[in-house]
């Protein structure tokens, strides 16, 4: 928007004190180089023609419609910050979670700082087999001095340096063919120093020739599934390799089974499926058969699910979604979402980046076609300024953020990592002297 309108002013709000929400919170420790997108969003964030307001929870603080009175136009892009849920008995036993409630956890996002998993069961069990699943087995995998340089938070590593966990399944309801993880994160989960990668040859079958024809990616992605399902361990290495992760597919959770005082999970019950269809939208349907596997840990990593915001703004709970065309939120002239929220919790940094320029292009596309009247002038923060002084809210500028930043930076320099991120938001406004 700043780009291509030469005249545009925008504020962005959030609702942390601090900015880049799934970059600094969803991102995993081991990835710096994927958070280089910070060095953009900050180069956005010092422009004069935008201010950032963080501390600002819309929706509560403020409402859509306020917003609306302020502003020529509204953009929602406040992502998914809910999970799908399983829907089978014993889903809140302690020892389940959700994958976002882990992650968060390790990354220190401040709502599931009390989150304290349990760690102390020898083989963890991941429901999903997308790259969130991946980046967790391989957080519960990795030697401890290799995530001690990153900026994983303090107490979610020194949870890790008790963690019994020596085996990780990662369970899908459909096939290989149907994996949703990319090259990339499985070479790396292969590379893991001292965890040994434990496929089934026979999963495998046929499937070369299945490919043949399949998108490069999806091919190169299954030849590298089969190769390691073939290789033979070396002796020595096996013998050296104390951890161990592996692919199980065609299974569907059932039951999460609890432990004989009924006070903990202490394994799964899957159904066995068979594939009906084939590529992406293969089903998995129950073969009538079940397993049982032994876990003490579990964490469903079957998706996320956008919330609705405010009672203003239409909602599609079935999909999870703002009702849009291109952006332009449905019946709601002026109003415009972008990210997860507006076509679902689907792909990485760039996809939702392209999804933003998109919603942008509407937006100007409205502007120049008059469907976006800009007669009356609107006050913007001005107006914003004064609702949020009367609920007693202070909001946090750009330049606050630096200075929590720089806090935060030292604070890793001390420990030899990136940065030691603070975790509690009253410790972050006290830094800045709110």
Known sequence: ??????????????????????????????????????????????????????????????????????????????????????????????GVYSARAFVGWYNGLPENQDLKPDLTCETALILGHGNVALDIARILLSPLQLLRKTDITDSSLAALACSKVKRVWLVGRRGPLQVAFTIKELREMINVPGARAVLDPADFVGLESAVKDAPRPRKRLTELMIKTALEKP??????????????KFQRSPQEVLPSADGRRARGIRMALTRLEGSGDSAKAIPTGDVEELECGLVLSSIGYRSLPLDPAVPFDSQRGVIPNSS???????????????????????ITTM???????????????????????????????????????????????????????????????????????????LRIIGH
């Open 1 to 94: 928007l700043l780009q291509h309108h030469g005249g545009a002013l925008v504020d962005i709000y959030e609702k942390l004190p601090v900015p880049f929400g799934l970059v600094r919170f969803g991102v995993a420790p081991d990835h710096p180089e994927v958070k280089n997108v910070i060095n953009t969003f900050t180069q956005t964030a010092r422009s004069e023609r935008c201010t950032y307001y963080g501390n600002v929870t819309v929706g509560r603080d403020v409402t859509v419609p306020e917003l609306q009175q302020a502003y020529h136009a509204v953009v929602l892009s406040y992502g998914a910050e809910d999970s799908r849920v399983l829907g089978i008995p014993g889903e809140n036993l302690p």
């Open 327 to 349: 952006g332009r939120v449905e019946g709601v002239p002026g109003l415009y979402c972008s990210g997860w929220v507006k076509r679902g919790p689907t792909g990485v940094i």
């Open 354 to 428: 392209n999804d933003s320029f998109d919603t942008a292009q509407s937006l100007l596309e409205d502007l120049q076609g008059g469907v976006l009247d800009i007669s009356p002038s609107r006050e913007g923060f001005g107006l914003v300024e004064s609702i949020l002084h009367s609920r007693g809210v202070r909001p946090v500028s750009f330049s606050d953020w630096e200075k929590i930043d720089a806090a935060e930076v030292a604070r890793g320099k001390a420990a030899g990592k990136p940065r030691e991120k603070i975790v509690d938001p009253a410790e972050m």
């Open 234 to 247: 070396v002796e020595m290495q096996a013998a050296a390799a104390p951890r161990e992760w592996g692919l």
